[in-house]
Structures are given as structure tokens and as C-alpha cells.
Nanobody, 127 residues
Framework: QVQLVESEGGSVVHGGSLRLSCEATGETNSINFMGWFRQSEGKEREGVAALRIRDGRTNYTDSVKDRFTISQDNARYRVTLQMERLEAEDTGTYYC????????????????????WGQGTQVTVSS
């Protein structure tokens, strides 16, 4: 089993920055991808950013490209999501995720391929 422990989110004003981190513990050798999903009120849960563990390759959903950066943070199974120029539409609950799947290709933001989920942390951006 794998456990995902997320840092606390926070509240910022429009244009501000926040940093989320997530560490995987347990049977981490089974993990091939880590990432973040988010869910805003009244919307479907959506993939935001993902990282392939073996080489650090990243993917982002279009709405956060050039604003969010996912990276490995001094540990193979610890990832950070640096969020810049935050907008009100970024408000939501952010979930750290991990997948055992070896190759995701077009399914990188399909929630069904992620085996492990964190408990979620709230990010609020006020206008």
C-alpha cells in the first residue's frame, strides 16, 4: 500500500502564489507517476499536473500551463506543485495522486488510472 501525505493549502488573492507538496510512503517502488487533481465546486474532478517518476517528464492541463510547475522535491517520491499567478478559477480541493501504471500516454489525466489519492487540501483564490 501507498500513503500520500499532502501539505496544507491556503488562501491567496488573485495573482498570488502557493506551493503544495506531497510525499508518498509505503510501497513506493510500485509508483510510476505522481500528480495533482483538483475539484472545484460544481465541477468534475480534473487533472492538473503529472510527473513521470523515472525521468521527471511532466504534463499539464492547458489552463495551468506556464503558471504551475510540478517537480520532484529532493526525494524521488515527493512532489511539489508550485502555483503562480493564481486565478479565482484555481480555487478548489487539490488531491495528490499516484499511479502504478507504467505508461499513461493519452490517459495521463484519467482519474481511473490513479491507484492512490491523498485526502485533499483546500486552495482558495479571492478576487
Amino acid at each position: 500500500q501507498v500513503q500520500l501525505v499532502e501539505s496544507e493549502g491556503g488562501s491567496v488573492v488573485h495573482g498570488g502564489s502557493l506551493r503544495l507538496s506531497c510525499e508518498a510512503t509505503g510501497e513506493t517502488n510500485s509508483i510510476n507517476f505522481m500528480g495533482w487533481f483538483r475539484q472545484s465546486e460544481g465541477k468534475e474532478r480534473e487533472g492538473v499536473a503529472a510527473l513521470r517518476i523515472r525521468d521527471g517528464r511532466t504534463n499539464y492541463t492547458d489552463s495551468v500551463k506556464d503558471r504551475f510547475t510540478i517537480s520532484q522535491d529532493n526525494a524521488r517520491y515527493r512532489v511539489t506543485l508550485q502555483m503562480e499567478r493564481l486565478e479565482a478559477e484555481d480555487t478548489g480541493t487539490y488531491y495528490c495522486v499516484a499511479s502504478r501504471v507504467r505508461a499513461l500516454n493519452g490517459a495521463i489525466f484519467n482519474r481511473l488510472v490513479y491507484n492512490y489519492w491523498g485526502q485533499g487540501t483546500q486552495v482558495t483564490v479571492s478576487s
